[in-house]
T-cell receptor, first 113, second 112 residues
Framework: AAGVIQSPRHLIKEKRETATLKCYPIPRHDTVYWYQQGPGQDPQFLIS???????DKGSIPDRFSAQQFSDYHSELNMSSLELGDSALYFC????????????FGSGTQLSVL | AQSVTQLGSHVSVSEGALVLLRCNYS??????LFWYVQYPNQGLQLLLKYTTGATLVKGINGFEAEFKKSETSFHLTKPSAHMSDAAEYFC??????????FGKGTRLHILP
């Protein structure tokens, strides 16, 4: 069965560069969530989208932006990267509904040097 | 490698009844264990976590979980369910320096 696909798996950037992470939800899933997990840290919710509209916002820095496209994939854009942005970024997707399950991607490991 | 298994993708309890959500883990080294909750249309929220020390961990909203090494379990309980507890609950495991692994989640339904 198809799963949540994230690309790239690994990304190395330098300070002040930009990065774009992509999340491809399971087919028919209309809701996407982004999380950040720093080294040795617990995951932090960043932002979520439903039907291409932002549905909830967590601790996402102003330097980051995200959107969901018409095919429901989502991109997390990160500018002016800082060393502290080094983390695992993973997304999750679901079909909106009371009983629909949440599925997680494997994440993108971002290293800022 | 570590893994986590949640027993039951859906659990229904009556309002006021005991909530018990089961989680078993597998880890070759002492794990950190977590329970997260996701309410409709919201991101994950941390309910509670076990790192070291006391094996009975108390979290928010009256939930607690007990780390039982001999049973490799970390079941989540609440003495009396409330309608507002209806949500999806995720057990997770992490070892130091590694990424968190989530279970498949258990949807908790509260019956009036």
């Amino acid at each position: 069965a198809a799963g949540v696909i994230q690309s790239p798996r690994h990304l190395i950037k330098e300070k002040r560069e930009t990065a774009t992470l992509k999340c491809y939800p399971i087919p028919r899933h209309d809701t996407v969530y982004w999380y950040q997990q720093g080294p040795g840290q617990d995951p932090q919710f960043l932002i979520s989208f439903y039907e291409k509209m932002q549905s909830d916002k967590g601790s996402i820095p102003d330097r980051f932006s995200a959107q969901q496209f018409s095919d429901y994939h989502s991109e997390l854009n990160m500018s002016s990267l800082e060393l502290g942005d080094s983390a695992l970024y993973f997304c999750a997707s679901r079909v909106q509904g009371v009983n629909e399950k949440l599925f997680f991607g494997s994440g993108t490991q971002l290293s800022v040097l | 490698a570590q893994s986590v298994t949640q027993l039951g993708s859906h659990v229904s309890v009556s309002e006021g009844a005991l909530v018990l959500l089961r989680c078993n883990y597998s880890s070759s080294v002492p794990p950190y264990l977590f329970w997260y909750v996701q309410y409709p249309n919201q991101g994950l929220q941390l309910l509670l976590k076990y790192t070291t020390g006391a094996t009975l961990v108390k979290g928010i909203n009256g939930f607690e979980a007990e780390f039982k090494k001999s049973e490799t379990s970390f079941h989540l309980t609440k003495p009396s369910a409330h309608m507002s507890d209806a949500a999806e609950y995720f057990c997770a495991v992490r070892v130091a320096g590694d990424k968190i692994i989530f279970g498949k989640g258990t949807r908790l339904h509260i019956l009036p």
